[in-house]
């Protein structure tokens, strides 16, 4: 298996311009999870699927973000106007849920830089 | 709301050594807990799990220990490398899916 896949590893944007990371979660997988990392704030859960379906969005910053997971192999996270203040890794996760249990599968990372 | 301290300042040992990384939580015990390992530049890497029930785990040169009594999970890696350089992050179990991680400690064991 590949593992996760993120895309693009890198983005360098412009304040107000709109930016989109995608993931592809491991196969069989059905949950999946977007964080940020920063030095300041460490590893940040935003938001995370279970099944597609969105279960908890409240570290998701404000409106200005949003995702999506239209199936089961391919999710979205969208910021929209970014601001300097959004640069950070964005990772991307997956698992698959067992009682108990919920070890989490990290892609490579997204490393936004706003300017 | 629950939280985790690691110690945030970096831990410096020998090649050889024992090095043990210490991971509190201020409230409620969860119902396990997680040791992650992350290197420059790529996502955290699973490496153990222990559930509330249990003291102990170990794989291989890791060792995790759970305290619900002292609310604390102790992480040790015996024979200490230098590939084993990297930082180390704790998560606990929130209830569902979700987890929450620590900022993590930086390892760097010295040839």
């Known amino acids: 298996d590949a593992g996760v896949i993120q895309s693009p590893r890198h983005e360098v944007t412009e304040m107000g311009q709109e930016v989109t990371l995608r993931c592809k979660p491991i196969?069989?997988?059905?949950?999946l999870f977007w964080y940020r990392q920063t030095m300041m704030r460490g590893l940040e859960l935003l938001i995370y699927f279970n099944n597609n379906v969105p279960i908890d969005d409240s570290g998701m910053p404000e409106d200005r973000f949003s995702a999506k997971m239209p199936n089961a192999s391919f999710s979205t996270l969208k910021i929209q106007p970014s601001e300097p203040r959004d640069s950070a890794v964005y990772f991307c996760a997956s698992s698959f849920d067992r009682q108990g249990d919920n070890e989490q599968f990290f892609g490579p990372g997204t490393r936004l830089t706003v300017l | 709301s629950q939280k985790i301290e690691q110690n945030s300042e970096a831990l410096n040992i020998q090649e050889g050594k024992t090095a043990t990384l210490t991971c509190n939580y201020t409230?409620?015990?969860?119902?396990?807990l997680q040791w992650y390992r992350q290197d420059p530049g790529r996502g955290p890497v699973f490496l153990l799990l222990i559930r509330e029930n249990e003291k102990e785990k170990r794989k291989e040169r890791l060792k995790v220990t759970f305290d619900t009594t002292l609310k604390q999970s102790l992480f040790h890696i015996t024979a200490s490398q230098p590939a084993d350089s990297a930082t180390y992050l704790c998560a606990l179990d929130t209830g569902g899916f979700k987890t929450i991680f620590g900022a993590g400690t930086r390892l760097f064991v010295k040839a």
């Open positions: 409230n409620y015990s969860p119902a396990y």
């Open positions: 196969s069989g997988h059905n949950s």
